[in-house]
């Protein structure tokens, strides 16, 4: 890549380059005199907005769902506020998983919508229970 001093010089040496030529009186030879290089134009242009190359991301590896929701709430959460024993806990949380949308949440790795889909889920699953005895 020529640095700007460099172009300056290259421009300095053509401008006089074309004005020593000789010119031919009555002819027209297409050219412009002291015209512009459209063509470095467009090469400088397209450099102003050429984006960097990012390098690649690396994904995140997909957390299970039952790790993402023991580390976002805690056992007081699964116990106080969705109400269910502490012995059932592990149970819910296969029960939970075993939902499609456990997949989704797990990816989206969003504390609220993990609160949000326990809180279905527990609804749920209480219900369940009380079929089962």
Do not use: H, W
């Not at 640095?3 to 401008?15: G, I, P, R, W």
């Amino acid at each position: 890549m020529k640095s700007n001093y460099e172009q300056e010089k290259l421009d300095e040496y053509a401008l006089e380059k074309a004005a020593k030529t000789p010119k031919i009186i009555g002819m027209n030879m297409g050219t412009i005199p002291n015209g512009m290089d459209f063509i470095r134009m467009g090469s400088d242009l397209a450099k102003i907005f050429k984006k960097e190359k990012e390098p690649p991301k690396k994904e995140n590896p997909i957390v299970p769902f039952k790790e993402l929701a023991k580390t976002n709430c805690d056992q007081k959460y699964f116990i106080n506020t969705l109400k269910i024993k502490p012995d059932e806990i592990e149970l819910f949380l296969d029960f939970c998983d075993a939902d499609p949308k456990s997949k989704t949440i797990a990816t989206l790795k969003n504390v609220l919508s993990t609160m949000d889909f326990l809180l279905e889920k527990s609804i749920t699953f209480k219900k369940q229970i009380v079929l089962e005895k």
